[in-house]
């Protein structure tokens, strides 16, 4: 029954493989008998797919959402608390003014400057496009309430100097207000002054190089409903449109960029010449990393005259006669068509796009020259098979030579391209945003390649086909050529004497015809002579067993040993420009301050804020969570400053029913006032203005009460470029969090009550997951690929390309060691693509041995056919890739050179296991796996006969 069984799925298995063949067939016939139709048809249909965006709108995400865990802690505490109460990540522009000489910026005249300076800013305004408006800082800036004013923060208003208070203070009084502040951590001074040299007692600070000013703006998204919305950035453009504009005018005024204002010393109330100043928005993000697409033009027009250029050499002989250079010219543009029509589709089901998807630009001009080649060199080889039995073709034989040549060449680039449409779309089942839109994407386009290859390409493959039978020139049809056929025969006449002379020039002359099997079978190219050696090499079996245990070793070593030791997280600095400013402003930061800030907040929700008790427990959480090395400016309850405020001012805290009253009250004073005092003396220890709050607080309106319903606690936390210090950061502080709150103190407080959350999380997150995310993609990606294949492929052969996909990621987790490849988003998308491209080469060799038509079933003859047939064209295929994506190696962005180094590699790695690894493996165990006959007509040949 077992037998019967298998016997039975084998027989449909065949049946399959034929009807795919016939149906290919089909297809070629029509395109070949209505050419221009076809054309038409597929131009129409590009275009109608290419013209979606018009309608639909094409949105590009934000950086900072692009690059992040959907499902992780941080993003859906972002996405459903933070968002729907507090809005999106407010817009932050920040500013370094240092001394250009060896001054210490702490002098009082530098202070003033940098007072001055920041005057400036704050009155920085910039005209809309329209000219009929003005844009300020006042109208996109962040406000404690309605009519107050902006606000932002810097050493001077931690302090609440203003210009007329440091005119009045001593230098003496200056350092002595700095070294309060320095160990005051409410102040944070390390933040906002760079570069602090103490005394050698700690008593005196004896210089600083830089100030810095946080300048915080509207979040573009104010409370919205729809994520899309949030990530789009399109639910308030009036506020973002101002924003950018304001941005703009600031990066100007600081030469940060862009060129400097015109009149950029009248704006400036200071001496420019004694300082240096930057500053970054952030639109820098976005403005950044877009020049990694407008710089990426110039190597996409290599990359396209490369390609041009290699199908000149490739595709034809000599110019003009022999020559299809007019047929490269339709193979980039079926390239670009693809392209139109895979983003159509990606914009329908509103995928967004980002500087990644530029990237599909280089694997689509590589990747689709290889299905190219395959199908003009079936058609080659079914016209030196019809040239065997006629002198000259008809035109009804001409359209069956090119049915055949699509039956032959249509199911193997449908299987290549169906498998990378399945391993992209599986692949994009991931958590991480960008790598989902990224595969997405790229399956679509992948696809539509394939269908306009044997659909508009085929077509101009046909009246190409038709100028060379009518001895026309290329790209200059109106010109005909003559034949030189006496001139050729003469030669071959010449050449026949001379090797024979028992054979007369006259009969020479007559049997000329039927000489280009002979010929065949004596062809002395280069590339026949290395598949004669490899063959002669692969039949020692020990030399084939050798090959195979090299190749199976990589797969233990990268996945078991190597995966362990890579780098986590790349440097910030890759994912912009070499030269970028923001880049340089990130680096300077890190050198003069004590570390990159990112926002924090403890998150507290649907909890009895009016009871006392709750509020105990909320002060020693915040104690606990203050000792941690993440928090360097610590929370601060403004419940326990309202409780300190009422106990000075009442002697006794409100009583529960009127606590939310006395409370909103007590939000509404906008002077600083004093909350606490230091024991046994009337000293003021805290002073806050406690309207401060009221952005960080949600109120709810019930049975005619406003309550508290959630609250946030700032704070800022540590991000630093080495990642695993921030990961181990992030966990301790959340581990911190999750033993108080399972505290038996804290028994009013339950685990869904109290969040820990920072802006520097989102990304953390995800390259603390990144291993499990490459491993788990990897391997559902390479399953799903591998049902595809069995459709069409003999188990055997299946399994021997199973053990190529894993010894060719193995082979890429190794070079990415060696060459220092750390695991983040570029190398993740590089290994999920892997997975589809490699498999294509050992696909094309193993479809090509299962279906030899040779007659031969002796398996070392049956492999030299193979590759002596379909290997020659996947050795073009490889160097077509290569050749479309070798300009990345001359990128201006990391992001760029190291998808070249991992696409390179991968295309090297996928050559090596077609025409290397997979033979080797057929030696062993090919005579297992019996050719399979796909024609009823002994006369149509293969890609192998």
Request: glycine content about 6%.
């Amino acid at each position: 029954k077992m037998r019967y069984s298998l016997s039975c799925c084998s027989g449909s298995k065949v049946a399959f493989r034929r009807w795919m063949h016939s149906s290919f067939e089909s297809v070629g016939r029509f395109v070949a008998r209505k050419p221009v139709l076809t054309i038409i048809l597929s131009i129409l249909v590009t275009f109608s797919v290419g013209s979606i965006p018009l309608f639909t709108g094409i949105w590009e995400t934000r950086f900072e959402y692009r690059d992040t865990l959907h499902r992780s802690q941080s993003f859906r505490t972002f996405v459903d608390i933070i968002v729907p109460n507090f809005g999106g990540t407010e817009r932050t522009t920040t500013l370094i003014m240092k001394t250009s000489n060896s001054n210490s910026v702490l002098l009082k005249d530098s202070l003033l400057a940098s007072l001055q300076l920041q005057k400036d800013v704050l009155e920085l305004t910039a005209k809309t496009e329209t000219g009929d408006s003005i844009v300020s800082f006042k109208d996109i800036c962040v406000r404690k309430f309605d009519g107050s004013g902006c606000i932002y923060d810097s050493i001077f208003a931690r302090l609440r100097w203003n210009e007329t208070i440091l005119e009045n203070m001593t230098q003496i009084d200056i350092d002595n207000a700095f070294i309060s502040a320095y160990y005051n951590p409410e102040v944070a001074l390390p933040t906002f002054v760079g570069d602090i040299q103490l005394s050698s007692d700690g008593n005196s600070i004896l210089s600083a190089t830089s100030i810095r000013f946080f300048l915080p703006g509207k979040s573009p998204s104010d409370k919205v409903t729809y994520v899309r919305d949030l990530l789009s950035g399109k639910s308030d453009s009036k506020v973002l449109d101002d924003a950018k504009l304001w941005e703009q005018e600031f990066l100007q005024y600081v030469c940060s960029g862009v060129p400097c204002s015109p009149n950029i010393q009248e704006k400036s109330s200071w001496n420019r010449d004694n300082y240096i100043v930057s500053g970054v928005t952030s639109r820098s993000i976005s403005d950044e990393v877009n020049r990694n697409a407008t710089e990426s033009v110039m190597y996409m027009q290599g990359a396209l005259f490369l390609i041009l250029l290699l199908m000149w050499l490739m595709l034809g002989g000599w110019p003009l006669r022999d020559s299809r250079f007019a047929l490269g010219v339709g193979a980039l543009v079926t390239i670009n068509c693809s392209l139109i029509c895979g983003f159509g589709i990606t914009s329908l089901v509103q995928v967004p796009l980002s500087d990644m998807s530029l990237i599909l630009v280089f694997v689509v001009v590589g990747v689709g020259v290889d299905d190219i080649i395959i199908v003009v060199d079936s058609l080659d080889r079914q016209k030196k098979y019809q040239n065997e039995r006629m002198e000259k073709f008809s035109n009804e034989e001409s359209i069956e030579c090119i049915a055949k040549a699509i039956g032959d060449a249509g199911p193997t680039i449908f299987l290549t391209s169906f498998t990378n449409l399945v391993a992209f779309l599986v692949a994009a089942t991931t958590d991480f945003g960008g790598a989902r839109w990224f595969c997405i994407s790229g399956g679509f386009i992948l696809f539509s390649l394939f269908l306009l290859t044997v659909t508009f390409f085929t077509a101009i493959l046909t009246i190409d086909e038709k100028r060379r039978e009518q001895k026309r020139l290329d790209c200059v049809c109106c010109i005909k050529y003559s034949n030189g056929e006496e001139k050729e025969k003469r030669s071959m006449v010449k050449k026949e004497e001379k090797d024979n002379n028992l054979v007369s020039s006259e009969e020479v002359l007559e049997n000329v015809k039927i000489t280009t099997k002979d010929c065949e079978a004596y062809d002395t190219s280069v590339f026949s002579k290395i598949v004669s050696g490899w063959i002669q090499l692969l039949s020692n079996r020990i030399i084939s067993a050798t090959i195979v245990v090299i190749f199976l070793c990589l797969i233990p070593i990268g996945f078991g040993i190597i995966i362990p030791r890579l780098t986590l997280g790349a440097d910030v600095a890759d994912y912009f420009p070499d030269d970028s400013y923001y880049s340089a402003y990130l680096s300077d930061s890190q050198k003069l301050y004590e570390s990159l800030s990112s926002p924090t907040y403890l998150i507290f929700k649907d909890i009895a804020f009016d009871d006392p008790s709750v509020r105990i427990q909320i002060s020693q959480l915040i104690l606990a969570l203050n000792n941690d090395d993440i928090v360097f400016s610590p929370y601060q309850s403004m419940f326990q400053d309202y409780d300190n405020y009422a106990a000075l001012v009442t002697s006794n805290v409100t009583q529960n029913n009127t606590y939310f009253q006395e409370f909103e009250k007590f939000l509404q004073i906008t002077i600083p006032t004093c909350v606490k005092i230091v024991p046994s003396s009337t000293e003021c220890e805290r002073i806050i203005t406690p309207v401060d709050h009221m952005n960080n607080i949600v109120w709810s309106n019930e049975d005619g009460k406003n309550i508290v319903k959630v609250v946030r606690i700032p704070s800022k936390a540590p991000y630093t470029n080495v990642i695993f210090e921030t990961i181990a950061l992030m966990n301790n502080h959340r581990d911190t969090l999750k033993k108080e709150l399972e505290s038996k103190f804290l028994d009013k407080i339950g685990p869904e009550d109290a969040m820990v959350w920072a802006w520097g999380f989102l990304f953390t997150e995800r390259e603390e997951q990144m291993r499990r995310m490459i491993v788990q993609t990897i391997l559902y990606a390479a399953l799903a690929v591998l049902a595809v294949v069995s459709l069409f492929l003999h188990p055997l052969s299946v399994f021997i390309i199973a053990l190529s996909i894993a010894s060719i990621d193995g082979a890429l987790f190794i070079i990415m060691y060696l060459s220092e490849i750390p695991i983040d988003a570029t190398s993740f998308l590089c290994l999920t693509m892997s997975i589809g491209l490699s498999v294509d080469y050992a696909c094309h060799i193993a479809h090509a041995f299962e279906n030899s038509q040779g007659g031969s079933t002796i398996v070392i003859e049956r492999l030299r056919d193979a590759l002596a047939g379909v290997g020659k064209s996947v050795a073009k295929g490889g160097v077509s890739t290569f050749t479309g994506i070798c300009v990345l190696a001359f990128s201006n962005s990391n992001i760029f050179r190291t998808f070249f180094k991992l696409l390179f590699s991968t295309v090297i790695l996928g050559l090596s296991v077609g025409l290397v690894f997979f033979p080797a493996c057929i030696t062993l165990v090919g005579k297992w796996i019996k050719p399979t006959k796909l024609s009823i007509d002994n006369n149509v040949p293969s890609q192998d006969s």
